[in-house]
């Protein structure tokens, strides 16, 4: 079992930053995909950063702007947003894909807001 416990979001200016910070409840090894979704109102989720093995993939539309990080011995992933635009606008959540002896899980984390403003 993993929980996954998202924190930083809120209301900002176009223009902005945001950190945000995913602490998972057991250990991640880093051979583990940890990553950040968004789900914008009305719009499927869709994925944001994702890291594993130290290979990082970004959608397009955040490429320049945001950058994922993770400590796996602090079991933490993070998602520094600059420049943010309205169009980011959406709950963002974390996404840990574990590979175990036993097989593969998937968890979520509950998600946090983020608001951009013009």
């Known amino acids: 079992q993993v929980q996954l416990v998202e924190s930083g979001g809120g209301l900002v200016q176009a223009g902005g930053s945001l950190r945000l910070s995913c602490a998972a409840s057991e250990t991640i090894f880093s051979g583990d995909a940890m990553g950040w979704y968004r789900q914008a109102p009305g719009k499927q989720r869709e994925l944001v950063a994702v890291?594993?093995?130290?290979?990082?993939n970004y959608a397009d539309s955040v490429k320049g702007r945001f950058t994922i990080s993770r400590e796996n011995a602090k079991k933490m992933v993070y998602l520094q947003m600059n420049s943010l635009q309205p169009e980011d606008t959406a709950v963002y959540y974390c996404n840990v894909d574990l590979s175990r002896p036993y097989g593969r899980r998937t968890y979520w984390g509950q998600g946090t807001q983020v608001t951009v403003s013009s």
């Open positions: 890291i594993r093995s130290g290979v990082i």
